[in-house]
Antibody
């Protein structure tokens, strides 16, 4: 079964850091671009950033709201994607979803697989 | 940044009837448009990509149309499990993916 499982969420104070993990199974993780999408309580979906597969350099792109504070990385040997979040703000409070790019060996497409999400609460 | 605007915000429809949801882009996104369904407490699910291609396992009652700036998601005969929030997403202007604000489809 193709699956993504996020972990690492929790309560953190403003200005602190947190790292989320996304563990993949059921497919060849290294062949796909991966994205993070978040959803604030009662709000809509907001794309956070993505990482290309190693075939495309493993490079990353970010939304303006998180650029310079968040970093996405991947460990293909463990089938895990990471979201390192630094200098957290109260407005970063959200459920964070890990997603897979629809098309293998590509990027810049829709997201066909989503994890169940992990909640991050930024509060003092 | 491309802004995606969905209408209406809430749509009330009776089971068995047709539902039509709209999504408008602030500039052309060609056919690089996806639709997602989200039920309470669940992750979004991909329904449609490429504006009109159903994702794997999606029933035929879901259909998408449009190109450029105007898009429509149609559910031909609503089932009880279809009542949810629907989001459109453009991926033409990647890497700056943007989502619409969502349409809540509720039982009339």
């Amino acid at each position: 079964e193709v699956q993504l499982v996020e972990s690492g969420g929790g309560l953190v104070q403003p200005g602190r850091s947190l790292r989320l993990s996304c563990t993949a199974s059921g497919f060849t993780f290294g062949d796909y671009a991966m994205s993070w999408v978040r959803q604030a309580p009662g709000k809509g979906l907001e794309w956070v950033g993505f990482i290309r597969s190693k075939a495309y350099g493993g490079t990353t792109e970010y939304a303006a709201s998180v650029k310079g504070r968040f970093t996405i990385s991947r460990d293909d040997s463990k089938s895990i994607a990471y979201l390192q979040m630094n200098s957290l703000k109260t407005e970063d409070t959200a459920v964070y979803y890990c997603t897979r790019d629809l098309i293998r060996y590509s990027y810049g497409n829709a997201f066909d697989i989503w994890g169940q999400g992990t909640m991050v609460t930024v509060s003092s | 940044e491309i802004v995606m605007t969905q209408s209406p915000a809430t749509l009330s429809v009776s089971p068995g009837e047709r539902a039509t949801l709209s999504c408008r882009a602030s500039q052309s996104v060609s056919s690089n448009l996806a639709w997602y369904q989200q039920k309470p407490g669940q992750a979004p699910r991909l329904l449609i990509y490429g504006a009109s291609t159903r994702a794997t396992g999606i029933p035929a009652r879901f259909s998408g149309s449009g190109s450029g700036t105007e898009f429509t998601l149609t559910i031909s005969s609503l089932q009880s499990e279809d009542f949810a929030v629907y989001y459109c997403q453009q991926y033409n202007n990647w890497p700056l993916y943007t989502f619409g604000q969502g349409t809540k489809l509720e039982i009339k």
